[in-house]
């Protein structure tokens, strides 16, 4: 990295730009939950159909994060993070211009692998920070990046009923080439920390999979909670509208509650130093099987309280999932420092293959057996991540008696 920018690069008017950067760009892949009603009116699809927008949106972003994060070890993250930004706005434009479902679906693919642009971010900020502040800067890119994800369905519900779906998928083009704009004016170049070939490089992420079981109960279990997560956000629109007659709008305002949850996260890390990270995934994993169980008490109440209701659950697994997700990141970290990035991708890999299956299993659990069928698969799928975070602290319990 060229030394003499890095007092530039490490001003606030950078991290809050890069914070933006990851923002906008997360936010790409959850643009589509709220309009899927819109979508599937105007292009004549089935529930099923619609479903498969969030599905491979995810699935595109999980591809991204195994198969191009790597990179970011070989090459100058500058020009990744610019290339992935032009490509992400025209993605967004092709989709807004597409007038049938193969179209849609390839550009929702390209899409998801293009927004990973968000993860070459965070790195590229820990590198930028000033001596002793790397966890307050990637602190604050975080929080863009978790402002990205839900308040990009509160903005597409409001942009969407108003203006129509094209035009929201407009104006995240927009937003995306102004982010590769500035970009390319603020950042400076990176030096590259390995000379690994790409095909050692991924072989190297086997071989981490492989020696750290922890690492691969994090991501199991995180990847279950992701399940639950998707298959509420991917359905709830669809629900709301047949329910209750609400339109997108509405369906992107619970992304607000959503919101209020995951801001408090955070504090899960202050959580883990005190508690224990494994302690903090199990209240995470706990909180979020709890919240989607309450709806199965939708029933009994009225309209109004079922609306509330539905509120008061997006805060506590939104809550719990976050906290999860922090703890899990602190577990896997510490496994080998030096190997964080491709850890990270691992871990991340999973949790969006979990995305993709939660938007496919919702909509098909929808079609099959309505709300009730949702609701179900997130508390099991919650009961699940529960059930492998106390495994694995009853293993690694027994590991200093069986020392002793």
């Known amino acids: 990295m060229n030394t003499t920018t890095a007092p530039h690069a490490a001003s606030r008017w950078v991290i809050f730009m890069l914070a933006l950067g990851a923002g906008f760009s997360v936010a790409s892949i959850y643009y589509a939950q709220p309009l899927l009603p819109l979508i599937g009116a105007d292009l004549h699809l089935t529930i099923e159909g619609m479903g498969l927008v969030p599905t491979l949106?995810?699935?595109?972003?999980?591809?991204?994060?195994?198969?191009?994060?790597p990179l970011g070890d070989r090459h100058d993250r500058r020009t990744l993070i610019l290339i992935k930004s032009a490509a992400l706005a025209l993605f967004l434009l092709g989709c807004s211009l597409t007038g049938q479902q193969h179209s849609l679906l390839l550009a929702s693919l390209l899409i998801g692998m293009a927004a990973t642009m968000a993860q070459d971010i965070v790195p590229a900020a820990a590198i930028l920070a000033p001596e002793g502040k790397q966890g307050k800067t990637v602190g604050t890119v975080m929080t863009g990046l978790l402002m990205g994800i839900l308040l990009s369905r509160t903005v597409s519900g409001v942009v969407g009923e108003a203006f129509g779906w094209r035009v929201m998928y407009q104006l995240a083009a927009v937003s995306i080439a102004f982010i590769g704009a500035v970009m390319w004016r603020v950042l400076p170049r990176f030096a590259i920390h390995s000379t690994l070939s790409y095909p050692a490089l991924?072989?190297?992420?086997?071989?981490?999979?492989?020696?750290?079981?922890?690492l691969r109960r994090a991501a199991l279990a995180q990847g279950f909670l992701s399940i639950a997560f998707s298959a509420f956000w991917s359905t709830l629109a669809v629900m709301l509208l047949e329910r209750y007659h609400l339109g997108s709008a509405v369906a992107g305002g619970y992304g607000i509650a959503g919101a209020a949850g995951a801001l408090a996260a955070p504090l899960a890390g202050g959580l883990a130093d005190k508690l224990g990270a494994g302690k903090v995934t199990q209240l995470?994993?706990?909180?979020?099987?709890?919240?989607?169980?309450?709806?199965?008490?939708?029933p009994a109440l009225g309209p109004h309280g079922q609306l509330i209701l539905i509120a008061v659950s997006a805060i506590g697994f939104d809550l719990g999932l976050q906290s999860s997700l922090v703890a899990h990141q602190n577990l896997v970290y510490s496994l080998e420092p030096q190997a964080r990035g491709r850890l990270n991708a691992l871990l991340f890999t999973v949790v969006f293959i979990g995305m993709a299956l939660g938007s496919a299993a919702g909509?098909?659990?929808?079609?099959?057996?309505?709300?009730?069928?949702?609701?179900?698969l997130a508390t099991v799928c919650g009961v699940i991540a529960l059930a492998i975070r106390l495994i694995e602290s009853a293993r690694v319990a027994s590991v200093p008696a069986e020392i002793a």
């Open 57 to 69: 949106t995810q699935a595109g972003y999980a591809l991204g994060i195994l198969f191009l994060l």
């Open 202 to 214: 991924m072989r190297s992420m086997e071989h981490l999979w492989r020696r750290y079981p922890a």
């Open 284 to 298: 995470g994993a706990a909180l979020v099987t709890v919240s989607f169980a309450l709806m199965f008490l939708m």
């Open 363 to 376: 909509s098909k659990i929808y079609t099959l057996a309505g709300w009730t069928g949702v609701v179900a």
